[in-house]
């Protein structure tokens, strides 16, 4: 799998965003997607993952009622709803996917990656 994220961008705190990742290459329709995210000078970080089906999901408590993920298998992609941004969202965000349709949080679960697009919050 081929992993393209989309969607970065400079906005203001409270603003919002939707970051898309698009899938190609092997079958996408079981695998489970997670969006991560890496501040300067700090490690990755969970954000956001769903399942195989879309029809579980799960949040880190930092974005929890702020962010929302979702897929359509059928567009192979996978999105990031952001809401009510604040500057410590400021980050690269990667998506990722794993070829176990179940959900996880630990970055080392995931076999691909994308290469990351830039959030920036100002205050």
């Known amino acids: 799998v081929q992993l393209q994220a989309s969607g970065g961008g400079f906005v203001q705190a409270g603003g919002s965003l939707r970051l898309s990742c698009a899938a190609s290459g092997r079958t996408f329709y079981t695998d489970a997607m997670g969006w991560f995210r890496q501040a300067p000078g700090k490690e990755r970080e969970f954000v956001s993952a769903?399942?195989?089906?879309?029809?579980?999901?799960a949040y880190a408590d930092a974005v929890k009622g702020r962010f929302t993920i979702s897929r359509d298998s059928g567009k192979m992609s996978a999105y990031l709803q952001m809401n009510s941004l604040k500057p410590e969202d400021t980050a690269v965000y990667y998506c990722a996917a794993r070829r176990v349709g179940t959900m996880a949080v630990m970055s080392h679960e995931y076999d691909y990656w994308g290469q990351g697009t830039q959030i920036t919050v100002s205050s």
């Open positions: 769903i399942n195989w089906s879309g029809g579980r999901t």
